[in-house]
């Protein structure tokens, strides 16, 4: 399988110069990646999105070799993705408006996701992987839980305090759970290992009938909610089968794998010149 990257992109805002490919006339060119040009004042507006500490760092002789390699890192991604033609794609425009900036990290993140979404393994792909990774798929669980999410940890505490004088947990998560999904049917919810690590860790080692203490989870937005879980079952699923769950969770790791292995591509094909030694 293609090695995997650590980190995609570190998401910044550029130097409009860098963006654009304009520079000051006569000013000394550090680098070339592509069609762009990075220059002193490129580096300099760059500093100042650095944390003091950091900027101090960036102007020692080693710490600016580290610093101008990050942002030719960056520029490469940038130039990589407006190769592809992402710049011109009317979802990027469309989050240009609604954003009301050039954000590289929205150029890069759509040109990646757009890669990841023209990948399709195949059953035989999600089956060879299957094979070769079967210790981490058998010993598989499937919970069966109810759970109860609210916007505050007072929130949460007057839940866990009504639960524990024996109300009814389907009662209670129907009136106050934000997981409208769950909430409908008094907070029901069934889900396989590692769809949801931060819920099964909290319900793991609880016997059927037990209930969680507060955790924290986050939503979409990576907003903070409290949760309150109580198993109503669970039970270790049959080796050897791919299920559902296990098959979607395969295929997102081939989409990304493969992904990876083609940006790579991608950028590694942008020419870049580093002038400064």
């Known amino acids: 399988m293609v090695k995997r990257m650590s980190v995609l992109f570190v998401g910044t805002v550029l130097a409009m110069c860098v963006l654009f490919g304009s520079c000051k006339k006569g000013e000394k060119v550090i680098a070339r990646v592509g069609s762009v040009k990075i220059t002193e004042s490129t580096l300099n507006e760059k500093l100042l999105d650095l944390p003091i500490e950091d900027q101090k760092r960036a102007r020692t002789p080693s710490g600016r070799k580290i610093f101008i390699d990050k942002i030719v890192k960056e520029v490469r991604y940038i130039e990589a993705a407006k190769k592809a033609g992402t710049d011109k794609d009317q979802r990027y425009k469309d989050m240009q408006k609604q954003f009301n900036i050039w954000e590289s990290a929205l150029l890069v993140n759509l040109y990646v996701s757009k890669i990841r979404e023209s990948i399709e393994p195949t059953d035989a792909d999600i089956q060879k992987y299957y094979d070769a990774n079967k210790a981490k798929f058998e010993k598989r669980m499937a919970y069966n839980i109810q759970l109860i999410i609210v916007s505050n940890l007072q929130a949460a505490q007057n839940v866990l305090a009504r639960l524990q004088k024996n109300e009814n947990f389907a009662e209670v998560a129907k009136a106050v ?54 198993l109503v079952s669970k039970e270790t699923l049959p080796k050897n089968v791919i ?35």
């Open 177 to 230: 759970s934000l997981d409208k999904e769950s909430a409908v049917k008094g907070g029901s919810k069934q889900f396989e290992s590692g769809t949801y690590p931060v819920i099964e860790k909290e319900i793991a080692n609880l016997s059927p009938g037990q209930i969680s203490k507060i955790f924290e989870t986050l939503d979409e937005n990576g907003t903070v909610l409290y949760s309150i879980a109580r």
């Open 243 to 277: 299920t559902e769950t296990s098959k979607n969770e395969i295929k997102r790791i081939l989409q990304r794998e493969l992904a990876v292995s083609i940006v790579e591509k991608d950028v590694d094909s942008i020419k870049t010149e580093i002038l400064e030694k």
